[in-house]
């Protein structure tokens, strides 16, 4: 699978083009955030990792704390994004934290499997409702450039997207790249390698990751 094809998956997949994308896409490094220090603590990135692990759990199949995405994300947050997108990081962590407080009254870290399940399916509701108005006020924005102010100040605030997009899109992107996800959920074969025009497939076989 090409880096810039599992990209538009994942733009596919949460409703919104991949943050940072024009940086994986060319397999770059952010310059001005290389080497810099990390903004995330060991209790950060074991929450990504919880995360990352609700989105992706463990079946028949590793998850994706087999592939260690809670510290993976953390160094490709620091190393690749730029100071607004990773602002964006952590205080995504800060909100999920009040979020989970507010509706069990406990710590992320505290819940049970099938809480961490409930609360990410509504983030990930409130995250995919953000984005289409994200969308359509773009639109809005490109086919009518006659707002009146009234209507202007109903744009979306800046265009910040929604924490949960930040999360599920880094979770997908960090553990389908790792060698645990390319090899061991996807089918890897060895580039290059000899060419087979024809290969044999039945429903349910697995992707590939090359």
């Known amino acids: 699978m090409e880096r810039r094809e599992l990209l538009k998956m994942i733009a596919a997949a949460t409703g919104m083009a991949f943050v940072g994308g024009e940086v994986w896409a060319a397999g770059l490094t952010t310059p001005a955030t290389a080497g810099s220090k990390s903004s995330f603590s060991t209790s950060d990135i074991a929450l990504l990792d919880e995360i ?3 989105i992706l759990p463990k079946t028949s199949t590793p998850g994706a704390k ?4 809670g510290a993976q994300m953390a160094v490709q947050i620091t190393d690749c ?5 990773q602002g964006w990081f952590v205080d995504g962590l800060k909100q999920l934290r009040a979020r989970s407080q507010q509706d069990y009254k406990l710590d992320f870290m505290q819940l049970s499997k099938e809480q961490r399940h409930q609360l990410l399916v ?3 509701a409130e995250a995919k409702a953000r984005n289409a108005e994200i969308y359509a006020s773009a639109n809005d924005s490109t086919n009518s450039r006659k707002k009146s102010s009234a209507n202007a100040g109903k744009s979306v605030a800046d265009n910040t997207p929604h924490y949960f997009t930040l999360f599920k899109q880094l979770t997908l992107f960090v553990f389908f790249t790792s060698k645990v996800g390319a ?3 996807l089918r890897y074969s060895a580039i290059p390698g000899k060419y087979e025009g024809a290969l044999p497939y039945k429903k349910g076989d697995r992707a590939w990751a090359t």
């Open 52 to 54: 990352a692990e609700t």
């Open 66 to 69: 087999d592939a260690g995405c």
């Open 81 to 85: 994004y730029n100071a607004t997108e």
């Open 122 to 124: 509504k983030l990930d």
């Open 183 to 185: 090899t061991e959920v």
